[in-house]
């Protein structure tokens, strides 16, 4: 395929370091895990059929697509049970294979494509990660959402991702913290019905507060120590706590607490080739406001990947029309 649109993820620069802090001063080592430096980065990438081997049948030529990137074996029972983000032998693009930082990708089936339709390519992009892993997140929680808020730590890109699945979904509105008050305000006008400071002695009382009880799912898109505490002090007996956040570091719960309250904490890495397909429905049916993108040339990514490490991108950053 030729790329339109390749969407730069905050995962590309743990990529680009090589690993993850786990904490007590270990780091999980991706030349560990198959991922081998060099490596074409790029795992949101959009574009059009260029060629295609003898047993794909017809694509059409003149539609753009967006790549499900999370590719496993095929063959293992893992991806059999539609689950190919878990496989124990990941293909993922952009990460075990080369990815969409190219003028063309090479991508294995055409189960893998899906159109974009009237979306814009910098817009379909980020759908095949931030998109996926907001709705899967989601999806984990799904019973939960029509009667109770979901309570939402980190108001980024994943954080208003979520906010707009939740009304897609016609889910009450969550209630949101973050420690940023423009990040809380920009909640707030995503449809939270609160957006509260972490670093308030009374944090727990006011996310019980604005939820009119202890909430029974939350969501950590940040991942650290700290959102970890808050989230899991604040939920209630039965909970489940989905930390779908790399920031980094180590648990902070005391585990008798996880038996006496009864509470699931599980994670959550992508989304399945199914869950994506239900997203682009969503997303293709205008469900899904476009998040603020920025495009840049595809020579300008090592500026990029920089500027995203220090903090300055608003949005998200899109290689686009490489
Ligand atoms: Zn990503
Ligand atoms: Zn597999």
């Known amino acids: 395929m030729s790329v339109t649109a390749a969407g730069v993820c905050h995962t590309d620069l743990h990529i680009r370091e090589g690993g993850y802090d786990l904490g007590h ?6 030349s560990k895990r198959g991922i081998a430096l060099p490596l074409v980065m790029g795992h949101e990438t959009v574009g059009e059929v260029v060629a295609a081997g003898p047993d794909v049948g017809t694509l059409d030529r003149g539609k753009k697509y967006v790549v499900y990137p999370w590719i496993g074996c095929g063959t293992c029972a893992i991806c059999a ?19 969409g930082y190219a003028t063309q990708i090479r991508v294995p089936h055409p189960k893998y494509l899906h159109e974009i339709g009237d979306i814009p390519p910098e817009n379909a992009a980020p759908l095949a990660c931030s998109g996926l892993t907001a709705y899967a997140a989601l999806k984990k929680v799904e019973g939960t959402l029509k009667d109770h808020a979901l309570l939402v730590i980190g108001a980024g890109g994943l954080g208003l991702m979520c906010a707009q699945l939740l009304q897609a979904l016609g889910a009450k509105a ?26 308030a002695a009374d944090a727990v009382a006011q996310i019980h507060a604005a939820a009119g009880e202890a909430p029974l799912a939350a969501i950590d898109f940040v991942g650290a120590e700290a959102t970890a505490g808050l989230g899991f002090d604040a939920l209630g007996k039965g909970g489940t706590y989905v930390i779908v ?12 607490l996880i038996a006496v309250r009864a509470l699931t904490i599980r994670g959550s890495y992508t989304g399945s080739p199914g869950e994506f397909a239900e997203l682009m429905q969503l997303a293709r049916n205008g469900a899904i406001k476009p998040i603020p993108t920025t495009c840049y040339k595809l020579d300008e990514a ?10 300055k991108i608003v949005g998200r950053a899109i290689l686009a029309g490489v």
């Open 25 to 30: 001063g270990r780091k999980l080592e991706f």
């Open 81 to 99: 049970s539609g689950q190919e983000q878990l496989c124990m032998k990941p293909q993922f693009l952009g990460m075990h294979v080369d990815g």
């Open 174 to 199: 969550p209630v949101f913290v973050d420690i940023d008050p423009v990040k809380r305000a920009s909640a707030l006008a995503a449809g939270a019905c609160a957006a509260v400071d972490p670093r």
């Open 245 to 256: 956040g790399l920031f980094g570091g180590a648990a902070p719960w005391a585990l008798p």
């Open 302 to 311: 090592e500026d990029v990947l920089n500027s995203l490490a220090g903090g």
